[in-house]
T-cell receptor, first 116, second 112 residues
């Protein structure tokens, strides 16, 4: 079946612009995660949804970052007033299980954001 | 919170040799340890994982070992091939936690 998809794949924004990044998880997957991957580093956790509920947003770097998953499927990560330090690859991952948080996380291809 | 350290940061081997990547973790409550392979510009892909009730797991040329007492786990790739060249990430997660904590990655280069 189809894997996790993300759009756009690439986004160039001017500093101060707002951006919205979309994630389509694997159908039926309950859990959805957003990670930020800086160049040459491992992914770092941003936020986690279980269905439509945002259970952990402790990784969001500032109040300019906002994520939602209103119907428990597609998720959007929004960054307001982008700064150069926001430039990174934003990865979305989904996993099947509600009860077992050890379930494998499947990653999307990422959105590469460049803020000029 | 959890901290995962990964070594080496770069590894170059000749085709056919073995490669070993090591990770340590800090949170004794972590009990699931996946390894991801990421090719340039591509998504991280799970290649093998191990749970804390198992000491070793093997899948063809890839194996992972876990030492819970010492809080370290390792990835072993035998008979390396040029297509194994990529960045490899280890990660750890707690039963009660939601996030994967990743190591900083190892750039593996397999020279033909």
């Amino acid at each position: 079946g189809a894997g996790v998809s993300q759009s756009p794949r690439y986004k160039v924004a001017k500093r101060g612009q707002d951006v919205a990044l979309r994630c389509d998880p694997i159908s039926g997957h309950v859990s959805l995660f957003w990670y930020q991957q800086a160049l040459g580093q491992g992914p770092e956790f941003l936020t986690y949804f279980q269905n439509e509920a945002q259970l952990d947003k402790s990784g969001l770097p500032s109040d300019r970052f906002f994520a939602e998953r209103p119907e428990g499927s597609v998720s959007t990560l929004k960054i307001q007033r982008t700064q150069q330090e926001d430039s990174a690859v934003y990865l979305c991952a989904s996993s099947l299980s509600l009860a077992d948080l050890q379930e494998t996380q499947y990653f999307g291809p990422g959105t590469r954001l460049l803020v000029l | 919170g959890e901290n995962v350290e990964q070594h080496p940061s770069t590894l170059s081997v000749q085709e056919g040799d073995s490669a070993v990547i090591k990770c340590t973790y800090s949170d004794s409550a972590s009990n699931y340890f996946p390894w991801y392979k990421q090719e340039l510009g591509k998504r991280p892909q799970l290649i093998i994982d191990i749970r804390s009730n198992v000491g070793e797991k093997k899948d063809q040329r890839i194996a992972v070992t876990l030492n819970k007492t010492a809080k370290h786990f390792s990835l072993h790739i035998t008979e390396t091939q040029p297509e194994d060249s990529a960045v490899y990430f280890c990660a750890a997660i707690r039963t009660s936690g939601s996030r994967l904590t990743f190591g900083e990655g190892t750039q593996l280069t397999v020279n033909p």
